[in-house]
């Protein structure tokens, strides 16, 4: 079945880095747009990049442009989200998640998460 | 960018009868070019990721029963939950596709009364 699993959250001081990967099975990831999208603790939903198929065109939220590089491995099945000078806000669950074909934004498929916690 | 408001942001109902969330966007998410609207919406259970239950506004996802309904257009839009079930307590969450930054509203708790 489709499944989407996310690895590398953990502890990182302010400023420090941080990457994400996601591993897709059960489809083949270069048919996809893909995307990330985090949730602070007790809060809603937010967008933060999605990233398209073979051109690899990526999207980035103000909040975290230009700090955050979302990328993909379409030979390992997998999509990454490198995260920079990460600050205190970036604390959140983050999401991989699967853009529905034909509908840029909408997401139909999503990993469990993975916490990134920011702090000294 | 455009933002999503969601009413009410929390809601009790009792089992069987009507649930109705709201959401409104400070800018028309309708394309003229092939009138659809784009717009989302998502169920989030406690300590799950969200579930997509519609898009295109009223087009409902593979799976999801048909007691969820999304309409509207523009700027004004609407999930009805037709005939509310316990498993249905969740938060609700509308997106807007229409243009980067996609947004989501700010969330309405659903609760069994």
């Known amino acids: 079945q489709v499944q989407l699993v996310e690895s590398g959250g953990g502890l990182v001081k302010p400023g420090g880095s941080l990457t994400l990967s996601c591993a897709a099975s059960?489809?083949?990831?270069?048919?996809?747009?893909m995307g990330w999208v985090r949730q602070a603790p007790g809060k809603g939903l937010e967008w933060i990049s999605h990233?398209?198929?073979?051109?690899?065109?990526?999207f980035y939220a103000g909040s975290v442009k230009g700090r955050f590089t979302i990328s993909r491995d379409n030979a390992r099945n997998s999509l990454y989200l490198q995260m920079d000078s990460l600050r205190v806000e970036d604390t959140a669950v983050y999401y991989c998640?699967?853009?529905?074909?034909?509908?840029?934004?909408?997401?139909?498929?999503w990993g469990q998460g993975t916490l990134v916690t920011v702090s000294s | 960018d455009i933002v999503m408001t969601q009413s009410p942001d929390s809601l009790a109902v009792s089992l069987g009868e009507r649930a109705t969330i709201n959401c409104k966007s400070s800018?028309?998410?309708?394309?003229?070019?092939?009138?659809?609207?784009?717009l989302a919406w998502y169920q989030q259970k406690p300590g799950q990721p969200p579930k997509l239950l519609i898009y295109?506004?009223?087009t409902r996802e593979p799976g999801v029963p048909d007691r969820f309904r999304g309409s509207g257009s523009g700027t004004d839009f609407t999930l009805t939950i037709g005939s509310v079930q316990a498993e249905d307590v969740a938060v609700y969450y509308c997106?807007?596709?229409?243009?980067?930054?996609?947004?989501f509203g700010q969330g309405t708790n659903l609760e069994i009364k």
């Open positions: 998640a699967r853009v529905v074909v034909g509908a840029t934004g909408v997401f139909d498929c």
């Open positions: 059960g489809f083949t990831l270069s048919d996809y747009y």
């Open positions: 990233i398209t198929g073979s051109r690899q065109t990526r």
């Open positions: 800018q028309s998410v309708l394309y003229s070019s092939n009138n659809k609207n784009y």
């Open positions: 295109w506004a009223s």
């Open positions: 997106q807007q596709y229409y243009s980067v930054p996609y947004a």
